[in-house]
């Protein structure tokens, strides 16, 4: 029977405490006696591993089972351990259980060296020939062996001679310390202390709502909020270093261990500061407000509005009048429309405007305006809709109120308007709306809101999102209510510190009329620079306050930190989203559901809440991209106080952080030193006298971000991480060179939860960073010399690791490890293979690239594993998929959730019937938007790549199939709106195949937008018969390029929606080209049998006059190119056209070219002059010849006829003199000279 010692410390879920591993014929009669009988004397519940257990095959599965209910694992090598094939199946079961469960593994080597053991030489050498001579046919297994006792070799564990002196009396009582100290830690021995200050922070937490609301008017509950605040800051430090302290007693010699004493007077202490200021909650008159909603601050709304005082709305106003005056018969009914935008922007003004409009008295029979706000209760509101409209009731039933509206509207045309609503619940929107049906066609309901959820549970007529005033029409707002009637004008110091006020008010009409209302009766220039300069928070009795407020008080409390946290940012920062999940997710401000797989979900849901309600808006210049405008910046860093400090070496830094502050952001870039270099980089002086001595008081952080535009990290940032008070959680040093000094001491950084050392001059990464158990983002994109990676399996809470773009060739072993990691991104790196056994990594959601290995542990089967793939995934190296049955394992047809697919094959595909094969089972499905196709080798392609399955299809390119001599059938792909066909050696003619199976309902390529062939070298025609002429209808944009082959003329397909034409390299291609009547941009190179522009744009059936962008490259016969027929022309470039004579039609002088921008001109030998009478382009901005070695004059009259130039190039031109004038204009700032005359180096010297 199998031997086991019974114990009081056995914990629920673990039914030994330790399973002992050892070979018996080496220990069993000594060492490993003494060890069991030593647990049994500490009360350690241990399972014996006795040979009498591998006696028959039932017995023997009690071992695995075993190893499964242990908490620790005590392995003890010995000489002949790997000689049992029993011992390695028990070590891979136990580091199986080590990764998955979090089992603790003590290694004890007796009489044995680890490196014997890792690199297995000796006696393990001797094994290994014999386990490769019985298991020929099962390498797989022995690799696996070969690994687990790498694996073990390298955790820290004991021996007699380091820990005892070779005495094993002395390492029995070790083992068992270790043990016990695991088993029982005696920091967690008594945990009621822990828990009622667990206890007291969360029921404290119900008067925070109360509190963020009164401190608006109450100094002293501000200063106790800040306190409070502060007091739960170090408190979760607290909770979170005995956690990490808990996580660390896992390793056998564990960091520095708080002792019982310092924990139980930290607990003691914090508790009592917590029940202190819960305490003084009564004198305050703070009440607990948890799931309670804030009062409101709010004025209600009416109808009234002086339109005298409305600026810049006319556009909106005519756009929402249009809405509501429209009968759709077939809509729903009542339609509704609504407006949303963030607060202060104008929306109950917009509405105040319709509502009173003529149009809408003449449409409407009915109307009711109701100031919804916060209080969203459907009988209230039914009692005030009956008011509205002169129907008083006092009953107090929902239903008699129901039946009541419903009568009052019944054949009624009304329109009622609901402002400032904020109810998303659908149950509610739907008993509110039930009665107004009554009412006639084209009824409708005013939505204001500022959250875009609002509304979208209703059939809604459309919705205007209301964006920010322009600069004129913000002043013209702000003027009227400072100035009255009064003219500005005679005001004029006034009115230039108003303009600049205005600009602060960044377009928000709430707040240009607060500001102007405040200034309205003051006359005095200091007060209105005081208002310039000063905080505008410190504004007394404004307006703008309450409406960005309401917004903020009405968020639950994690929203509320979430966006608090945003102020770190500078102003106009831009960010993306992922990027502030994660930081939010290592602050620990995201709500954890039951199961912790949801946080990152859970992130999202918040930035989308926050972006519903306009505390964030989508940047203009990536659709990816957010920022938060000026006011909801300043309303964050208002509600954030002295907790969020961000500071930048432009502008003013007078303000300092604090002992409370916790959050710090550095902005420091090539402008903040007003023009002066540091030399070699060096920014220790800048910091040293500006920032560093203004966050000094900062002990407690727990972000701290800087980037440094590749400078390097003055000596005081080591300085911050390695003080003893550090609880960094975020560590962000992104383009910051010197980070590898920085990191020497980052293993004490208990708390440390991300890391971004992104763009860095980082060579290789510490091995202390093995030591940061909490980590859970580490991003290392673009340090391109980074080349390789510590060991990181220690890191079981890593969820986001980015390696885009370094040098790593090779992911560490144990990578397999990290059973917690979600997001990987090795994008342009050099790798060559996976890891082994990467599909053990079962959670991951993101993987952008798999490349795949000739082994069974690297094969594209362990893609199968990973279910829960999401997004883009690229799967290289497909020329080593050795049997392609493998390709049906990876499963791609069943994940419905990735969009984005690359298949590319590098290296020779001499079997093109196993590469179609592969392909085949390679089928994804049937939601993928985005699939591209690389070095294919098959003759063919498998029957899903076209017709009609991938219906979901937006973006395919098909690249480098070297042997395929058709294209497949994709003209039925409905949703398919850019195709890319490159490098198709093979294709000589492209004809009815590509199109598919033509129906009369059905038009071939019916959404495509854009289509592009290049690199076709062997392709001769492109023909389409009657049932393909109807194809293209949507497309837009059209691109030949280096088909040197392409000798007839396309196809008379009519594209009447081409705007942009680019052909080149097809130096056989006739003329005419197909029919393109919109036309607007044409790019052309290598098309020498073009002669002249516009004349053979006309065959194109296009007209000339439209085309705004003409490049042209290497026409060898093109001879002119007539300016004067090309009036809408904004940009010309004519590149190496060696035979270019003329820019006219005729001798007679240009009209006027009203539109022309720039202008280039290089290499035409043969261009002597410019046309007669010199360019008329009065918007010309930049003018350069090139290359133009007999050009003689510039432009006639440039002064004149040029004056917008600002940019004028002549580089190469030797033959050129001065232009008619003999002298430049003056405001020419641009002047380039290479071989030019000295008269006209003489010229443009003196202009300059």
Not at 546 to 557: C, D, G, K, N, T
Not at 1060 to 1070: D, K, P, R, V
Request: glycine share 6%; proline share 4%.
């Amino acid at each position: 029977m199998f031997m086991a010692s019974s114990s009081s410390s056995s914990r629920p879920g673990w039914d030994y405490d330790v399973f002992l591993s050892f070979r018996g014929e080496d220990t069993r009669k000594n060492f490993t006696d003494h060890l069991f009988t030593a647990l049994q004397k500490a009360k350690v519940r241990t399972f014996r591993d006795d040979d009498e257990l591998r006696i028959g095959e039932e017995i023997s599965l009690q071992l695995p089972k075993a190893i499964q209910e242990s908490k620790i694992s005590i392995v003890v090598f010995s000489k002949g351990y790997a000689s049992s094939t029993w011992c390695l199946d028990e070590l891979e079961k136990i580091l199986d259980c080590k990764h998955t469960t979090g089992q603790i593994v003590i290694p004890v080597f007796y009489d044995i060296d680890p490196s014997d053991i890792r690199k297995q030489t000796g006696s393990f050498a001797e094994a290994f020939d014999k386990h490769e001579e019985r298991f020929k046919e099962e390498m797989e297994k022995v690799h696996k062996w070969r690994k687990a006792l790498v694996e073990a070799a390298d955790l820290s564990g004991l021996d007699p001679h380091s820990i005892a002196n070779g005495h094993e009396s002395k390492l029995i009582q070790k083992i068992v310390e270790v043990v016990s100290s695991k088993l029982n830690p005696r920091f967690l021995s008594d945990d009621r202390p822990l828990k009622r200050l667990k206890t007291t922070m969360i029921s404290g937490g119900g008067l925070l709502d109360d509190a963020e609301e009164k401190q608006i008017t109450n100094t002293f509950v501000r200063d106790w909020l800040a306190e409070y605040k502060d007091a739960v800051y170090e408190a979760e430090d607290f909770l979170d270093e005995i956690a990490y302290e808990a996580e660390a007693q896992t390793f056998i010699n564990p960091p520095g261990i708080m002792g019982l004493r310092e924990i139980e007077e930290k607990s003691r202490g914090l508790q009592e500061s917590l029940d202190y200021l819960v305490k003084q909650k009564d004198a305050l008159g703070l009440i607990n407000r948890t799931g309670k909603e804030p009062s409101s601050t709010k004025r209600p709304t009416t109808s009234l509005v002086d339109e005298r005082r409305v600026y810049g709305r006319d556009y909106d106003r005519e756009a929402i009048l249009k809405l509501l005056v429209s009968d759709d018969a077939n809509g729903e009914n009542p339609g509704v429309v609504r407006i949303v935008g963030m607060g202060g922007v104008g929306k109950t003004t917009l509405a105040q405007l319709v509502y009173n409009h003529s149009e809408v008295q003449r449409c409407f029979n009915l109307k009711a305006w109701v100031c919804v706000s916060e209080d969203f209760s459907v009988s209230k509101l039914t009692k005030v809709i009956l008011e509205e409209v002169g129907s008083k009731s006092d009953s107090g039933s929902l239903n008699q109120l129901q039946i009541q509206l419903k009568e009052r509207f019944r054949e009624n045309k009304f329109l009622l308007v609901l402002d400032d609503v904020w109810e998303e619940n659908y149950a509610e929107w739907d008993t509110l709306l039930t009665p107004l049906k009554s009412g006639a066609q084209g009824s409708k309901i005013l939505v204001t809101t500022r959250n875009e959820r609002v509304a979208s549970v209703m059939s809604t007529v459309q919705t205007r999102h209301l964006k920010e005033l322009t600069e004129d029409s913000c002043w013209f707002l702000f003027a009227k209510h400072a100035f009255g009637d009064e003219n500005p004008i005679a005001q004029e110091e006034l009115k230039k510190i108003g303009r600049a006020i205005t600009k602060k008010c960044k377009g928000l009409p709430l707040a240009a009329k607060s500001l102007g209302g405040l200034l309205c009766n003051e006359r005095e220039v200091e007060e209105w620079r005081d208002i310039l300069e000063s905080n505008l928070w410190d504004l007394p009795k404004d307006n703008i306050l309450p409406a960005l407020r309401l917004s903020y008080l009405y968020l639950v409390p994690h929203l509320k930190q979430c966006f608090a946290y945003c102020a770190i940012f500078p102003k106009d920062y831009s960010f993306r989203k992922d990027e502030l999940v994660l930081l939010w997710m290592a602050e620990g401000f995201l709500v954890r559901s039951a199961v912790d797989d949801e946080m990152e979900k859970a992130g999202a849901k918040c930035f989308d809440d926050l972006l519903s309600r306009s505390f964030f808006q989508q940047s203009s210049a990536s659709r990816s991209s957010f920022v938060m405008h000026d006011l909801m910046h300043d309303l964050a860093t208002h509600v954030s106080g002295q907790f969020c400090f961000s500071s930048s070496l432009r502008g003013n830094n007078s303000s300092k952080a604090t002992r409370r502050t916790r959050h710090l952001s550095l902005a420091v870039d090539t402008e903040d030193t007003d023009g002066e270099d540091t030399e070699d980089g060096d920014t220790e002086g800048v910091f040293s006298s500006t920032i560093l001595e203004n966050i000094r008081e900062a002990q407690h952080l727990r972000t701290f971000r800087t980037s440094l535009d590749n400078q390097m990290c003055p000596p005081e940032f080591d300085k911050i991480f390695q003080s003893t008070h550090c609880r960094l959680r975020v560590i962000s040093l992104s383009n910051c060179a010197g980070v590898a000094k920085m990191l020497c001491s980052i293993s004490k950084l208990k708390h440390l939860r991300y890391l971004d050392l992104s763009w860095s001059d980082l060579v290789t990464l510490p091995e202390e960073v093995s030591a940061l158990l909490n980590l859970q983002t580490l991003i290392l994109k673009r340090c391109q010399q980074l080349a390789s990676l510590p060991d990181l399996g220690n890191l079981k809470y890593l969820r986001h690791l980015n390696l885009e773009a370094t040098r790593i060739e090779r992911l560490p072993e144990s990578l397999e490890r990290l059973i917690n990691l979600r997001y990987l991104n090795i994008k342009y790196t050099p790798l060559k293979e996976m890891p082994q056994y990467i599909g053990q990594l079962a959670k991951l959601q993101t993987l952008t690239d798999f490349l795949v290995g000739r082994q069974s542990e690297t094969s594209i089967k362990e893609l199968g594993k990973l279910r829960h793939l999401r997004g883009e995934l690229h799967i290289g190296n497909l020329q080593n998929v050795v049997d392609a049955r493998d390709a049906v394992e990876a499963n791609l047809k069943g994940r419905e959730h990735l969009d984005e697919l690359r298949f590319t094959w590098d290296g020779d595909t001499h079997d093109p019937q196993h590469v179609t094969s592969t392909l085949e089972k390679l089928e994804p499905n049937r939601n993928v938007k985005d699939l591209e196709i690389d070095g294919y080798g098959g003759v063919r392609f498998p029957e899903w790549v076209g017709e009609s399955y991938l219906s979901n299809i937006v973006s395919l390119k098909l690249i480098r199939c070297t042997n395929s001599t058709s294209l497949p059938p994709l003209g039925q792909l409905a949703s398919l709106e850019r195709l890319s066909i490159e490098a198709f050696d093979k294709v000589e003619i492209v004809g009815s195949e590509l199109y598919g199976n033509c129906t009369a309902l059905k038009k071939p390529f019916e959404s495509l937008k854009t289509l592009s062939f290049r690199r076709m070298s062997e392709w001769r025609e492109w023909i389409s018969d009657e049932g393909s002429r109807e194809a293209f209808p949507l497309l837009e944009e059209l691109l030949i390029e280096e088909c040197p082959n392409l000798a007839k003329a396309l196809p008379c397909h009519h594209l009447p929606r081409v705007t942009s034409l680019t052909i080149g390299g097809c130096e056989q291609l006739a003329t005419p080209l197909p029919r393109f009547p919109g036309l607007l941009s044409l790019i052309v190179f290598d098309l020498h049998s073009l002669e002249s522009l516009p004349e053979e744009i006309d065959q194109m059936g296009c007209s000339p006059s439209d085309l705004g962008k003409i490049i042209i490259h290497r026409c060898a016969s093109l001879k002119g190119v007539a300016l004067d027929l090309l009036p809408k022309l904004n940009f010309l470039r004519i590149l190496d056209c060696p035979d270019l004579e003329s820019l006219c039609a005729n001798e007679r002088p240009l009209n006027d070219l009203t539109s022309l921008h720039s202008l280039e001109i290089e290499g035409c030998p043969k261009l002597v002059s410019f046309p007669k009478g010199g360019l008329p382009a009065p918007v010309l901005t930049q003018l350069d010849l090139y290359d133009c070695k007999n050009l003689k004059q510039l432009p006639e009259s440039m002064p004149s006829l040029l004056p917008s130039l600002n940019r004028l190039g002549i580089y190469g031109c030797s033959e050129v003199e001065l232009c008619p004038e003999g002298v430049f204009p003056p405001h020419y700032n641009y002047f380039g000279f290479v071989i030019a005359t000295n008269s006209l180096q003489a010229a443009c010297n003196g202009a300059c």
